[in-house]
Each structure stands twice: as C-alpha cells, then as structure tokens.
C-alpha cells in the first residue's frame, strides 16, 4: 500500500513538473530580453544504471536593473542528458557549438524575477517524458492500490 501511495506521488509530481514546462515555455515569448555573455562551457558525463550519459554546463550572466545575475538554463523548459553515444554528434555537442566562452548571447528573463531566465525557447523532451510517465505512474499507483 505504501507503494502504491508512493507511484502516485511521483506520477503526480511529473505531471505538475509538466504543466510548469507548459507555463514556461508559452510566457517565454513575454520575457525581456537583454544581452549577456557565457562565461563557461564545459560537457560533464556521468553513469547511471550502467548507461552513460552526458551533459553540457553552460553558465551565462546577464545584467537587470544595475544587477549581475548568472544562469545555467539553457532552454525554457530544461534540458534533457543525452547518451553517451560514439561516432555522432550529440545535442550536447551542438549546445556547446553553439554557445562557446565569451560569446554575446540574447538572454529572454522573467521580468517579474530576473533571476529566472533561458536563452532559448525548447525543453519539450522533459515535459513529453512528464506527461507519458507521469499519467502511467499514477494509474499504476492507483492499480496497486487494490
């Protein structure tokens, strides 16, 4: 029974997680926009399940309001790790092509929390994920409850 409550809770998480991938991605369009500038970019691996995965660790800082702040949120909705995976070019690759040290990058914020910001629209790999596994954790959830 514990479980079950268990599932349901995660699955319900996902599906929330979700709806604010939603949120963020339709009022990106309405952020303010101002300059900034990256000032790292690294790609990070990591193991898990004996599968490898890697990341790209980009780090940007933008300046509102006579204030410095620093993000590492590259697209509205979050990023997704992708496999590790020889011979091709990962996402992770193309992100880091993409936004090299030192480059002048268009940086969309929250004008009501400037600290909240991207430098891209996208992300729908993590709300696509939420919204499969999420529904099926809670139907799984309330089926194990019986």
């Known amino acids: 029974m514990q479980e079950a409550h268990g599932v349901i809770i995660v699955g319900s998480a996902a599906i929330a997680y979700g709806l604010f991938c939603i949120y963020r991605i339709l009022n990106f369009r309405k952020w303010a926009t101002v300059e900034g500038t990256v000032v790292s970019a690294a790609k990070t691996h990591r193991s898990e399940n004996f599968q490898k995965f890697e990341d790209a660790d980009i780090v940007y800082e933008y300046e509102v309001g006579g204030r410095t702040y620093r993000s590492k949120t590259v697209k509205a909705a979050g990023e997704m790790s992708s496999d590790s ?50 529904p099926l954790a809670v139907i799984v959830g309330y089926l194990l409850l019986d």
């Not at 193309?94 to 480059?103: D, E, F, I, S």
């Not at 400037?114 to 596994?133: D, K, T, Y």
């Open 85 to 134: 995976k020889k011979g091709r070019r990962s996402e992770v690759d193309q992100l880091l092509a993409r936004y090299p040290v030192g480059k002048t990058v268009t940086v969309h914020y929250n004008p009501a929390v400037p600290r909240i910001s991207c430098l891209e629209a996208g992300g729908g790999e993590a709300m696509l994920i939420c919204f499969v596994f999420g």
